[in-house]
């Protein structure tokens, strides 16, 4: 069995490809996972992955449109998702999350 790092870089990189076009579709399976739960479990969501895209295009040099980038990542354009997906915050999930913006602050 190999560790990761011993990989060549060219496996690594379609290895982590493969494992996030997974994760992609592992979340567009459980559209119920609210992007607040991600953000206030993981402190990432589906937007932050878009962004992330659109950060990496720059740093190769290439420009990518983040509604693009959402596109892509929501497998639909944002504003459809949002219509049937994204529901309406509870106050206990807008507490859960600012309390956890707040530790990751050093406000707690």
Known sequence: MSDFNEFDQATRTELEATAFRRLLSHLDDNKDVQNIDLMILADFCRNCLSKWLVSAAEERGERLDYEAAREYVYKMPYS?????????????????????????????
Do not use: F, I, M, V
């Open 80 to 108: 459809e998702w949002k219509a049937h997906y994204q529901g309406t915050a509870t106050p206990e999930q807008l507490a859960a999350l600012d309390a956890r913006q707040a530790k990751k602050s050093g406000q707690e």
